[in-house]
């Protein structure tokens, strides 16, 4: 059994089926994208409860989190764009139409298979990842995100630097590079 | 066309779950890492939306 929290695992089954109900539905699969996918490609305790997921059609996929039991907070002080589960503790927030503002091409989207014997879900891939990271981390409001970024390359020496080296570029406006993410 | 159908065009890269977390898992233990390389995120750039979804996941229990 692979050494995932079981909460954490246990929603992933959740996104790959509600993906899966889109796929039938004849829509893309949403992209899983932020904390949870550095939780999936890490294997560190990363998330708190909230997937933030790229889709672009947002009512279908609000329809989907309503069949699977999710419901949007509303009220004074919680209002939010997300999707919480009442029994389950877990959140969903469609945080845009597609990864890093349409800067990432389909054949960069990842496909989990095999997972849990479930249906496959859509994921960021792990060079797009380390460049959000490294966005945020240029942008000097989040100095951990270095870490994660330079840990998350450590975990996958089989990333396509070249791949790499112009996403960090574009992320970072040009201030940094694959080099700098090495640790 | 079923879902299932249509993930033999996927452009993409395919991740074999279980392959990949054996590796990964493996790979952590080589290098040593722990939790204390992964820093969660500071919060300092959490809009609203994100607060207010944080705190309903906790008033529903969610442990993480």
């Known amino acids: 059994m692979p050494p995932y929290r079981p909460e954490f695992t246990a929603a992933l089954e959740i996104f790959a089926q509600i993906c899966d109900a889109m796929a039938t539905r004849g829509f893309t699969r949403p992209v899983l994208v932020g904390g949870a996918a550095v939780e999936f490609y890490s294997m560190g ?7 933030d997921l790229c889709f672009p059609a947002q009512d279908a996929l609000e329809e989907e989190f309503q069949r699977y039991g999710f419901i949007r907070p509303s009220g004074p002080g ?9 029994d ?7 945080v845009g139409d597609v990864p890093l503002d349409g800067t990432v091409t389909r054949d960069h989207i990842a496909l989990v298979e095999d997972f849990e014997n479930g249906p496959p879900f859509a994921i960021i891939s792990v060079e797009d990842l ?8 240029a942008s000097g409001t989040a100095r951990e995100m270095l870490m994660q970024a330079q840990t998350l390359l ?3 020496p089989d990333a396509d630097m070249d791949y790499l080296e112009r996403r960090v570029r574009h ?9 700098d993410v090495r640790s | 066309m079923s879902a299932a159908e249509k993930t033999e065009n996927w452009p993409g890269r395919r991740i074999a779950f279980k392959s990949f977390a054996a590796d990964l898992a493996r790979r952590r233990a080589e290098l040593g890492i722990t939790d204390a390389d992964l820093p969660r995120n500071s919060g300092a750039r959490r809009t609203a939306s994100k607060k207010a979804l944080l705190k309903a996941i906790k ?4 442990n993480w």
């Open chain 1, 88 to 94: 389950l503790g877990l959140g969903f927030e469609i």
């Open chain 1, 45 to 51: 305790f990363i998330t708190t409860g909230d997937f």
């Open chain 1, 154 to 156: 450590r975990l996958h």
């Open chain 1, 171 to 179: 992320e970072t406006g040009g201030d940094f590079g694959a080099d």
């Open chain 1, 78 to 86: 919680r209002a939010t764009r997300g999707w919480v589960h009442p």
């Open chain 1, 130 to 137: 380390i460049a959000d990271r490294m966005g945020q981390y």
């Open chain 2, 59 to 62: 008033d529903a229990g969610g």
